[in-house]
Structure formats: C-alpha cells, structure tokens
C-alpha cells in the first residue's frame, strides 16, 4: 500500500527543550550592533532600560543551545506542537512530482508563529521583576501575540498600534482587549512624541516608526515597564527556531529531508526560525546543496533591492543601528495587504547569511501571492494570512519548476498563520479590486539618502 499519511505530529514530552543559536555557527561574527545616539558598539547597560538582562545576552550568546525554561515549555504545549503537514492535494493540483510540505502555526492562539516569542520575552521580564511591558503594533498581530502572553505570565500591556490600523482593523484590538491588555491609537495623548504630533496634525494617520518612539518612551520613562520586538533581533529568531527543530525532528522521523526551505520575510522571524535549525547541516558542509528562499513583497523589497548598509531599526532613530539590508529607515512601503511584511529593513543574521551566500531572496507581487493563497485554501482548506501566500507563491513556483523537470524534489515551507482576521483583503482580491504596487524606486533613493554615517 502506498503511504498517503498527511499529518505528522509529535508527542508533547518530545517538543525541544533547547533553541538553536546559529551565532555559534557562524562562518564569520555578525557585525556589532551600534548606540543609535553615539554610534559607537552598544553594551549590554545600553539596553538595560529597554530589556530584561537574560534577553540581552541571548542577543550576543553564541551558545550553541539555549534552554527553553521550563515555564515557557509549559505555555507552548497550550498549541506546540505544531503540525507538519504534506499538502498533497495542492501537489495533485499543480501535477507536480515534488513534495510540499508545510508546518502550520496559524494554530497559535493569536494566529501566528509570534507567540513563540511573544511568551518567551514575558516570561523574561517577570523573572526580573518587571510589571508592565510596552510595544507597538501595525496591522495587530504582534500586539495581539504579546496581549497574550501577557496574559500568561500576569503582566500588564500597553500597546500603541498605528492610527490607520486601529480606525480600520478594530478586530485585533479587540482580541488585545480580551486578553487584558490596553490598546491605545498612535499618536496618542499618552507621550510627549506623541502629543506634540497631535498638536502638529490632530489628524494624523501614525506610522510603525512614531508608534515605536511612543512605545520606547513610554518604556524609558517608568520604572516598572520594559520595551518588546516582535522580530528582527537575534533573541527574536532563537525563540522562533523551536518551529524549525520540530519539523528537523518530525522528517528525520519519516525520513525526508528538505531540498528547498522557503519562508516570507518582514524582519525575518518566522522564515529564519524555520530554517536555522537545517542551516547548520549547510554550515558545518553536511547538506552542502540545501537551498533556502526568503520570500517578500515587490513594494518592500529589501534583500532583493536594498544595499547592505549600517540603518537605524525604526524611523525615530531610537533603536540600534545594525548591519542589514535596508531600503533606507525612512522608507515608507505602499499599502499592501501583508502589513507585516511592510518593514524597512531585515533581521541581521537572514542579512549577513545572504551576503555570504547561503540563503537567497526573491521578491513577488500581491495579486500572484493571493492567486497562491487561493489555490492553497481550495485545496489545503487554510485561509492563509496574506503574508504568508508570500511562502506559498514561492513553493508552489519551485513545486512548477519540478513539474517541467521531472525532478522529485522535497520543499518545506513555513505556514506562519492564518488569515481570519484579514478577510477584508480576500474580499478586495475576490472582488478584483486588488492592486499591484511597483516599486518605488524615487522614493527608496531618497530614504536611502538618510543612512546613518558610520566609521
Ligand atoms: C508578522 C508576521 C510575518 C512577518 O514577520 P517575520 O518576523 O518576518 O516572521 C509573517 N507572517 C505572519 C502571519 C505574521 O504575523
């Protein structure tokens, strides 16, 4: 009898119980973080304000392995973990002789792979005493992510989402609400960057980089609150990693192993935590033919447009300047629909590995990513958030080019959530009012005029 099983799981007692840190494999050290006022390399009491130690040093650890705590492991087993699926009725539908497979973390509470950070980061801070943490939030799913483990650790949360999102996105910010954290619009009242821009444009519409000033303020000025990323830093993709080394240990397990590991990026949490764990066979020359494919948007096309360049994180010059490759911090991406993947630069490490070729990029436009999530929710059944028909435009192209070849080849993507809180963008595709953006070449050129000199 052929095998046609399509789900594969694990038992919870054998979920990882240590991250994997890719800094101790690196070929060559990643360049150093610098102070976003002196320029010069950030310390750890640089960030003490801002972050719990324990977060701190896992930035610059290069430990192989990292404990999970236990506490953390305890939350994670409320959805971890995840399930390793093979799409096999989207392979029958493209005819192609490839494998799909795909682990979903739409399973989360709020819906996506950020949780997994999300609780570790709460978890840290109230180990160290801290009572209230503060972050900001675009189209919701980060807010909503550590709403959530706020809840879980008994934290209070403050989160400043952009203005536009919070007038036309309400249903995240009530998820926030249930969970018991406060969501307020940005700009608000509540900080002094934020009360001169009122008093400047009591109109205005935000954007990510004043909503992260108003959330690291907010941080800097109490005693008793610290400040949250959702992505991009070096602790963000450790925790994410837990997603790649269950699916590592769910293949082994069958016997299969990935040719092709795709992921959408914005600061490249979910794709990096997906890939990782398999990187390291590339790294040590084990699997020296492992490919891996970061995904993004044709508007917000940082790997595949932007120069490798010292940037300011955010648009407030408030966060530290890294390495990376970055359309510039003032760069404002038009208004796709995969708002998490609207993000100016990338995380360092998918950066570094990029410039010394051991992942690729490529960049896709939104109507052919929703053709994809189409295609995968008539098939596979999950309506896809829009940020991850990025992944599944970039599978189902490679899982066609194995169709002309004849090649059999094994691709593994990361489903990094669902899109049940997005159905207004399906309704704009469904309807054919949805749009292609070029890219803004003028603008990138300007915001790239902005760099931040350093020696
Ligand atoms: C936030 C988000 C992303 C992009 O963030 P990364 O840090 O690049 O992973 C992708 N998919 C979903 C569903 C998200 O919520």
């Known amino acids: 009898m052929s095998d046609s099983t399509v789900k594969y799981t694990m038992q919870e007692r054998d979920m990882p119980r240590y991250w994997y840190n890719v800094q101790a494999d690196l070929p060559v050290p990643l360049a150093p973080a610098l102070h976003p006022g002196t320029g010069k390399p950030l310390t ?61 973390e739409g399973v989360s509470p709020a819906g996506s792979h950020k949780p997994n950070t999300a609780v570790a980061q709460a978890y840290y801070n109230k180990k160290e005493g801290i009572k209230r943490m503060s972050t900001e939030t675009g189209a919701g799913q980060w807010g909503s992510a550590l709403a959530f483990a706020g809840a879980c650790f008994g934290l209070e949360v403050k989160v400043y989402m952009v ?12 998820m926030m609400e249930a969970w018991g954290a406060k969501c307020v619009p940005s700009p608000s009242p509540d900080t002094s960057v934020g009360r001169q821009m009122l008093a400047e444009d009591p109109k205005c519409p935000g954007s990510l980089g004043l909503a992260i000033s108003e959330a690291v303020e907010d941080a800097m000025s109490r005693e008793d609150t610290h400040y949250s990323l959702g992505s991009v830093l070096n602790h963000v993709l450790l925790h994410q990693t837990v997603i790649g080394l269950e699916a590592k240990k769910m293949m082994e397990e069958i016997g299969e192993y990935p040719d092709i590991i795709v992921g959408c990026v914005g600061g490249g949490s979910n794709s990096a935590g997906m890939f990782l764990p398999f990187l390291k066979d590339k790294l ?13 948007p044709y508007s917000c096309p940082t ?49 570094h590995l990029l410039k010394l070729g051991y992942v690729e990029a490529r960049a896709v436009h939104q109507l052919e990513t929703f053709e994809a999530g ?70 990138v050129k300007e915001a790239l005029a902005d760099l931040p000199r350093v020696s």
């Open 374 to 443: 189409i295609l995968f929710a008539r098939t596979e059944g999950i309506l896809s958030a829009p940020e991850t028909m990025h992944a599944i435009r970039a599978a189902i192209d490679e899982a066609l080019v194995c169709k002309k070849t004849g090649e059999a080849k094994t691709i593994l993507f990361n489903h990094s959530g669902h899109g049940h809180v997005d159905m207004n963008a399906y309704d704009a595709y469904l309807s054919g009012k949805l749009q292609n953006y070029e890219y803004p070449s003028e603008k």
């Open 44 to 104: 750890p009491p640089d960030l003490a304000p801002l972050f719990p130690m324990a977060l701190i040093m896992q930035e610059v650890s290069t430990e192989r392995y990292i404990e999970i705590p236990d506490e953390v492991r305890d939350v994670y087993k409320l959805w971890r973990p995840t399930t390793l699926f093979r799409a096999r009725r989207l392979e029958k539908a493209l005819g192609t002789p490839a494998k799909i497979f795909y682990k979903y």
């Open 303 to 351: 790997l595949t447009k932007g120069p490798f360049a010292y940037d300011y994180g955010d648009s407030a010059k408030l966060a530290p300047i890294v390495k990376m490759y970055t359309l510039g911090h003032r760069y404002m991406p038009p208004p796709i629909h995969a708002g998490g993947l609207r993000y100016h630069g990338m995380s360092p490490i998918i950066s």
């Open 163 to 174: 203005r536009v999102s919070y007038d036309q996105k309400p249903y995240r910010r009530i």
């Open 284 to 296: 040590d020359g084990s699997k020296p033919n492992l490919r891996v494919v970061n995904v993004e």
